[in-house]
Protein backbone atom coordinates (compact mmCIF):
# COMPACT_ATOMS: atom_id res chain seq x y z
CA UNK A 1 0.00 0.00 0.00
CA UNK A 2 1.06 3.72 -0.69
CA UNK A 3 -0.85 5.16 2.40
CA UNK A 4 -2.15 7.71 0.03
CA UNK A 5 -3.95 9.04 2.85
CA UNK A 6 -0.69 9.92 5.63
CA UNK A 7 0.93 11.52 2.46
CA UNK A 8 -2.30 13.81 1.97
CA UNK A 9 -2.82 14.44 5.67
CA UNK A 10 -0.10 17.88 6.05
CA UNK A 11 -1.84 19.30 2.88
CA UNK A 12 -5.42 18.70 3.89
CA UNK A 13 -4.94 19.60 7.27
CA UNK A 14 -3.19 22.74 6.36
CA UNK A 15 -6.71 23.52 4.18
CA UNK A 16 -8.45 23.08 7.14
CA UNK A 17 -10.19 19.44 5.98
CA UNK A 18 -9.93 18.16 9.61
CA UNK A 19 -11.86 21.21 11.40
CA UNK A 20 -14.16 21.44 8.19
CA UNK A 21 -15.51 18.35 6.63
CA UNK A 22 -14.48 15.66 9.28
CA UNK A 23 -16.65 16.13 12.04
CA UNK A 24 -19.49 14.23 13.67
CA UNK A 25 -19.26 10.45 13.19
CA UNK A 26 -17.40 9.29 10.01
CA UNK A 27 -16.66 6.45 7.96
CA UNK A 28 -12.99 5.24 5.87
CA UNK A 29 -14.06 2.76 3.05
CA UNK A 30 -10.86 0.94 1.80
CA UNK A 31 -8.39 2.42 4.70
CA UNK A 32 -6.13 -0.76 5.24
CA UNK A 33 -4.07 0.55 8.08
CA UNK A 34 -4.00 4.25 7.31
CA UNK A 35 -7.63 5.83 8.48
CA UNK A 36 -8.73 9.23 7.89
CA UNK A 37 -9.20 9.71 11.64
CA UNK A 38 -8.22 7.80 14.77
CA UNK A 39 -12.12 7.79 15.32
CA UNK A 40 -13.87 6.95 12.05
CA UNK A 41 -15.90 3.59 11.28
CA UNK A 42 -12.50 1.42 9.43
CA UNK A 43 -14.40 -0.32 6.93
CA UNK A 44 -11.95 -2.67 4.78
CA UNK A 45 -12.03 -6.20 2.68
CA UNK A 46 -12.98 -8.16 6.84
CA UNK A 47 -15.01 -5.68 7.11
CA UNK A 48 -17.16 -6.84 3.85
CA UNK A 49 -17.89 -5.70 0.85
CA UNK A 50 -16.97 -2.10 -0.32
CA UNK A 51 -19.86 -1.89 -2.86
CA UNK A 52 -22.80 -2.89 -0.84
CA UNK A 53 -21.64 -1.99 3.05
CA UNK A 54 -23.86 -4.53 4.27
CA UNK A 55 -25.38 -3.96 8.23
CA UNK A 56 -24.94 -0.11 7.60
CA UNK A 57 -27.95 1.88 7.48
CA UNK A 58 -28.99 4.54 5.04
CA UNK A 59 -28.25 8.08 6.50
CA UNK A 60 -25.78 6.40 9.37
CA UNK A 61 -22.53 8.89 8.66
CA UNK A 62 -21.77 12.59 8.86
CA UNK A 63 -19.13 11.96 6.30
CA UNK A 64 -17.62 9.25 4.27
CA UNK A 65 -14.16 9.20 3.12
CA UNK A 66 -12.49 6.76 0.73
CA UNK A 67 -8.86 7.06 -0.83
CA UNK A 68 -7.46 5.40 -3.14
CA UNK A 69 -10.13 1.95 -3.13
CA UNK A 70 -13.06 2.74 -5.82
CA UNK A 71 -9.97 1.58 -8.45
CA UNK A 72 -10.24 -1.96 -7.45
CA UNK A 73 -13.83 -2.56 -7.17
CA UNK A 74 -15.76 -4.17 -9.81
CA UNK A 75 -18.66 -1.69 -10.43
CA UNK A 76 -17.47 1.77 -9.30
CA UNK A 77 -20.64 3.37 -10.03
CA UNK A 78 -22.63 1.34 -7.61
CA UNK A 79 -20.02 1.74 -4.63
CA UNK A 80 -20.65 5.58 -4.83
CA UNK A 81 -24.18 5.45 -4.91
CA UNK A 82 -24.30 3.05 -1.87
CA UNK A 83 -21.57 5.81 -0.39
CA UNK A 84 -24.20 8.28 -0.84
CA UNK A 85 -26.68 6.24 0.97
CA UNK A 86 -25.19 5.83 3.86
CA UNK A 87 -24.29 9.64 4.41
CA UNK A 88 -26.69 11.95 6.11
CA UNK A 89 -27.96 15.21 4.24
CA UNK A 90 -25.66 18.29 5.15
CA UNK A 91 -23.02 15.25 5.42
CA UNK A 92 -19.69 15.57 2.65
CA UNK A 93 -18.07 12.99 1.24
CA UNK A 94 -14.80 12.95 -0.47
CA UNK A 95 -13.42 10.12 -2.64
CA UNK A 96 -9.35 10.12 -4.15
CA UNK A 97 -8.61 8.41 -6.60
CA UNK A 98 -5.43 7.91 -8.89
CA UNK A 99 -5.43 10.44 -11.97
CA UNK A 100 -4.72 8.12 -14.91
CA UNK A 101 -2.58 10.13 -16.57
CA UNK A 102 -0.18 10.85 -13.58
CA UNK A 103 -0.29 8.04 -12.13
CA UNK A 104 -0.65 5.23 -14.64
CA UNK A 105 0.95 7.63 -17.37
CA UNK A 106 -0.77 6.32 -20.08
CA UNK A 107 -0.13 2.68 -19.43
CA UNK A 108 -2.82 -0.15 -19.29
CA UNK A 109 -2.64 -2.40 -17.65
CA UNK A 110 -1.17 -0.57 -14.28
CA UNK A 111 2.42 -1.08 -14.06
CA UNK A 112 2.08 0.01 -10.54
CA UNK A 113 -0.68 -1.67 -9.04
CA UNK A 114 -2.01 -4.98 -11.00
CA UNK A 115 -5.22 -5.17 -8.92
CA UNK A 116 -6.65 -1.74 -10.29
CA UNK A 117 -9.71 -2.62 -12.47
CA UNK A 118 -10.67 1.13 -13.71
CA UNK A 119 -8.55 4.35 -14.41
CA UNK A 120 -9.68 7.81 -14.04
CA UNK A 121 -10.54 11.64 -15.15
CA UNK A 122 -12.02 14.44 -15.43
CA UNK A 123 -13.27 16.56 -18.03
CA UNK A 124 -11.75 14.61 -21.03
CA UNK A 125 -13.64 13.81 -23.94
CA UNK A 126 -11.35 10.77 -24.90
CA UNK A 127 -9.23 8.91 -22.96
CA UNK A 128 -5.90 6.40 -24.27
CA UNK A 129 -7.33 4.13 -21.40
CA UNK A 130 -9.81 1.11 -22.61
CA UNK A 131 -11.42 1.26 -18.96
CA UNK A 132 -11.42 5.27 -18.63
CA UNK A 133 -14.02 6.42 -16.34
CA UNK A 134 -14.97 10.15 -15.83
CA UNK A 135 -15.58 11.15 -12.36
CA UNK A 136 -17.76 13.67 -13.50
CA UNK A 137 -20.45 11.26 -15.01
CA UNK A 138 -20.23 9.20 -12.39
CA UNK A 139 -21.81 11.80 -9.35
CA UNK A 140 -24.45 12.82 -11.97
CA UNK A 141 -26.92 10.32 -10.09
CA UNK A 142 -26.15 11.29 -7.12
CA UNK A 143 -29.09 12.61 -5.92
CA UNK A 144 -29.30 16.20 -3.81
CA UNK A 145 -25.38 16.32 -4.10
CA UNK A 146 -23.67 19.83 -4.04
CA UNK A 147 -20.03 19.78 -5.51
CA UNK A 148 -17.34 21.83 -3.28
CA UNK A 149 -14.76 20.83 -5.73
CA UNK A 150 -13.81 17.82 -8.45
CA UNK A 151 -9.77 18.73 -9.16
CA UNK A 152 -5.92 17.08 -9.79
CA UNK A 153 -4.18 16.86 -7.14
CA UNK A 154 -0.15 16.77 -8.69
CA UNK A 155 1.79 17.75 -5.78
CA UNK A 156 6.02 16.70 -4.61
CA UNK A 157 6.84 15.05 -7.74
CA UNK A 158 9.94 15.85 -10.02
CA UNK A 159 8.98 14.93 -13.50
CA UNK A 160 12.38 15.20 -14.88
CA UNK A 161 13.05 11.09 -14.32
CA UNK A 162 10.65 10.07 -16.70
CA UNK A 163 8.43 7.30 -15.80
CA UNK A 164 8.22 5.48 -12.68
CA UNK A 165 6.12 4.42 -9.22
CA UNK A 166 4.90 7.32 -7.62
CA UNK A 167 3.30 4.89 -5.08
CA UNK A 168 6.16 5.26 -2.76
CA UNK A 169 6.98 8.94 -2.05
CA UNK A 170 5.72 11.46 -0.24
CA UNK A 171 3.86 12.76 -3.21
CA UNK A 172 0.17 13.02 -4.54
CA UNK A 173 -1.25 12.22 -7.90
CA UNK A 174 -4.61 11.75 -7.73
CA UNK A 175 -8.22 13.20 -8.49
CA UNK A 176 -10.17 14.24 -5.22
CA UNK A 177 -13.82 14.83 -4.92
CA UNK A 178 -15.67 16.74 -2.70
CA UNK A 179 -19.54 16.42 -2.34
CA UNK A 180 -21.52 17.66 0.04
CA UNK A 181 -25.47 15.63 0.67
CA UNK A 182 -27.73 18.78 0.63
CA UNK A 183 -31.86 18.08 2.07
CA UNK A 184 -34.61 17.83 -0.32
CA UNK A 185 -34.77 21.46 -0.05
CA UNK A 186 -31.39 21.97 -1.05
CA UNK A 187 -30.35 23.47 1.92
Not at 159 to 185: C, F, M, N, P
Request: aromatic fraction near 12%.
Amino acid sequence: MGNETTKARPRRAAEGYYSRFFLGRGIDIGCGEDPVTTDCVQWDKPSGDAEELMGIPDSSFDWVYSSHCLEHLRDPDRALKRWWEVLKPGGFMLVAVPDEDLYEQGHWPSRFNSDHKWTFTIHKRESWSPVSLNLTDLIVPLVHHRTLWLRTVDLGYDYSGGVWDRTHQAAEAHIELLLQKQSKQGE
